[in-house]
């Protein structure tokens, strides 16, 4: 089964690493957010984009879900030591994937090539595609500092201001990169990773041309909330913010125009009448992943649950 998956960093890359264990490389592709990228120290930071690889890869920090394991922190001391920024950080290894993809980026290569040969250092047989070779940048309204970037948000200022409004800078001009519109075209099912909604999964549906080639496809998401809460980040925050009660039904709500069903938690049964009367099947299993056993049970679900979809 063919299957394209949208995903952010580390609630993404846990479904990911679980679809890698359960499929052939060739059945999947993995669409990355690259609205959280930023210039930092002078070089380009792909968060999401490194997140995935480094799971895929085997070589993800297990502890924090993003960096590299066994890191060491012998540049940051440095830059610390000089006054320099700090707040954002970067290990040594991981410094490595910056300061080559920053040269290549700066020589003109397209950031798609450059994750496809990073993929083939790192003997990652996956699919992996930036949604866009050109520039996003994902914007944060808040109430206390007006316009900020994702990552002064979401780790200078550890997701503490009131989100007001958000916006992807550079979207209008954004294009897909090559082979993404062909994947999701070729793909049996399109999956939803349990991602962040607005700050994740919602930059690449506002790429020119992305929704329109989901909407023909059965496509299913799997739910970030659990009991209204997120299972990692500020989703369910950001809802609240928003003005909107969070929950798995509003996640449901968030993508109804383009899923035909959404996997939600056991916890969150009492909602499954309520996503039926969207239109949307709701399925329901354990889907907290904390162990690598759970990421390759939910994933399999999420496979079983796909094959019922495409036989209805
Ligand atoms: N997240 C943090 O909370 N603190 C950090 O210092 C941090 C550094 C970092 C370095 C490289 C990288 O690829 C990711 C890093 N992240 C860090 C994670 C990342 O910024 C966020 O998880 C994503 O942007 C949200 O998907």
Known sequence: MKIVALAGGVGGAKLIDGFAKNLSPLDLTIIVNTGDDFNHLGMRICPDLDTICYTLAGMANPDTGWGRENECWTVLAGIKQLGGPDWFR???????T????????????????????????????????????????????????GEISFQDYFVRNKCAPTVKRIHFEGIKDATPTPGLIDAIEQADAIVICPSNPWVSIDPILSISGIRTSIIKKPTIAVSPIINGKAIKGPAAKMYSEL?????????????KTII?????????????????????????????MKLTEDRVQV?????????RILNL
């Open 260 to 288: 035909s069903a959404i996997v939600i938690d056991n916890q969150d049964s009492a909602l499954s009448e309520a996503i039926s009367h969207l239109g949307i099947i709701p399925f329901e299993c354990n889907i907290l």
């Open 98 to 145: 910056h300061l080559e993809r920053s040269r290549r980026l700066m020589v003109g290569q397209p950031l798609s090539r450059i994750i496809q040969d990073f993929c083939k250092s790192w003997n990652i047989n996956q699919k992996v595609l930036p949604m866009s070779d050109q520039k996003v940048s994902t914007i944060i309204t808040t109430l206390e500092y």
């Open 90 to 96: 970067i290990g040594d290894k991981d410094l490595a």
């Open 299 to 307: 994933s399999q679900d999420v496979l079983n649950y796909i094959e």
């Open 243 to 255: 003005g909107i009660q969070p929950s798995a039904l509003a996640v449901a709500n968030h993508y």
